[in-house]
């Protein structure tokens, strides 16, 4: 938190400070934020809606404003004509349900051809379509992203370099963006690491229509804590099912992630698509998600319409220990780590005024098999049982400044 708000005061020292050019002379400091302020509520009490899979707990069947609501300031300072410095820090609720400050953005920016940029430092993980305004939801048409794709890859932070590129030909516009890392990330019971992240991804853009697609590898790494795992991971050492054991957590798996999409944004019409494949080979489940989203603009207003599904494609394991009990655990730890689901969802938005938008969204989402989806429950076993469909109802107020 401290080193946070010592960048963000430098920041703003740095903007007052004299300065021997004229008196007109612009500004190197610049100073934006952006928020939102949410409520959602579900028509199940049993079932607990979140936002990412980070947060521990969310909306039951009373309207919840921790679920959506973020607060996000960035901050730019120009050091030379090829070199700046961009800082963005965001509040929302994460894991343990603490409201720390998270350090989004922190990179140097170098302007190393008028067709190449360089960063180095923290970025967002450019794995999806929307990355970069995840946080930013007054950009995005929906009151949040659809979770059935964007819950895929939790790990949102690149710390490392990146390189972009960016062309015309002819009427098209074409972006090559290339990046290598890590990423930490705190999960509920545990933590969990990307090692030696390298990826790229392209995106084309002619007549209000782009198209991209990214693919990245890393190393994993996935420590869990939860009593679950706890108690089944002893008991597997224990009967000499050491082998099992070690697909669960540990330093030493691989990982590969797969993403494409398209937006085809007119005066009136938004078609909006996506797809994503995430690949491991132990420590948690491989999946695939996609959504499709239509709209259409009536002045201020925006109906739209999102049809959404996440489903796995492999399990943790499919060990086992030939035991009964212990057989019994493995498959109710898979299921607490499996997030499928399918929705679909209704919503509006109201651009109020220039800088602010009034969205609503009413979604029919069905959870599993296998699996709660993005809920959460009071009782485990309901992963594997998770039953008929929930309704979420979803209020939110985006802004910028």
């Not at 923290?122 to 946080?135: A, E, H, K, L, W």
């Not at 002893?234 to 993403?259: R, W």
């Not at 398209?262 to 420590?283: N, T």
Request: aromatic share 8%; net charge neutral.
């Amino acid at each position: 938190m401290r080193s946070i708000a010592t960048q963000l005061l430098a920041l703003t020292l740095a903007a007052g400070l004299p300065s021997a050019r004229a008196a007109d002379a612009p500004s190197p400091f610049s100073l934006s934020g952006f928020g939102t302020i949410g409520a959602a509520r579900t028509d199940k009490d049993a079932r607990i809606f979140r936002s990412s899979t980070e947060q521990e707990s969310g909306a039951r069947t009373d309207f919840d404003l921790s679920v959506d609501s973020v607060l996000g300031l960035q901050a730019s300072l120009t050091l030379s004509n090829t070199l700046d410095l961009t800082v963005q820090s965001v509040v929302r609720k994460g894991v343990a349900d603490s409201y720390d400050p998270l350090l989004t953005w922190g990179f140097l920016r170098f302007q190393a051809t008028p067709q190449v940029v360089v960063r180095a430092g923290r970025m967002r993980t450019p794995f999806f379509m929307y990355s970069d305004s995840v946080n930013l939801n007054y950009a995005n048409p929906w009151v949040r992203p659809p979770v059935e794709v964007y819950s895929l890859n939790p790990f949102a932070d690149l710390n490392g370099v990146d390189a972009l590129y960016r062309t015309p030909i002819g009427a098209t516009d074409l972006e090559l963006h290339l990046f290598g890392g890590k990423s930490p990330l705190d999960v509920r019971h545990g933590a969990a690491k990307l090692q030696a992240i390298r990826g790229a991804k392209a995106a084309l853009s002619v007549s209000g229509l782009t198209i991209q697609a990214g693919y990245a590898r890393s190393n994993l790494s996935v420590q869990w804590g939860d009593p679950l795992f706890t108690t089944l991971n002893a008991q597997l050492m224990a009967t000499g099912n050491e082998h099992v054991a070690q697909d669960l957590s540990g330093n030493d798996s691989k990982a590969s992630f797969l993403s494409a999409g398209f937006q085809y944004d007119s005066d009136r019409l938004l078609l909006i698509g996506e797809y994503a494949r995430r690949s491991v080979d132990r420590y948690t489940v491989s999946s695939a998600g996609w959504y499709l989203t239509s709209g259409y603009r009536f002045g201020a207003l925006t109906p739209y319409l999102t049809v959404a599904r996440q489903s796995q494609t492999a399990p943790v394991t499919t060990g086992s220990s030939g035991i009964a009990q212990i057989d019994s655990l493995i498959s109710l730890f898979n299921a607490t780590r499996n997030k499928p689901q399918r929705s679909t969802a209704i919503g509006l938005r109201w651009d109020a005024t220039r800088n602010v938008a009034v969205k609503t969204q009413l979604e029919r989402i069905q959870p599993g098999p296998g699996g709660l989806g993005i809920f959460l429950s009071d009782n485990i076993r309901d992963d594997i049982n998770p039953g008929g469909p929930v309704h979420v109802l979803s209020i939110s107020a985006d802004f910028v400044f």
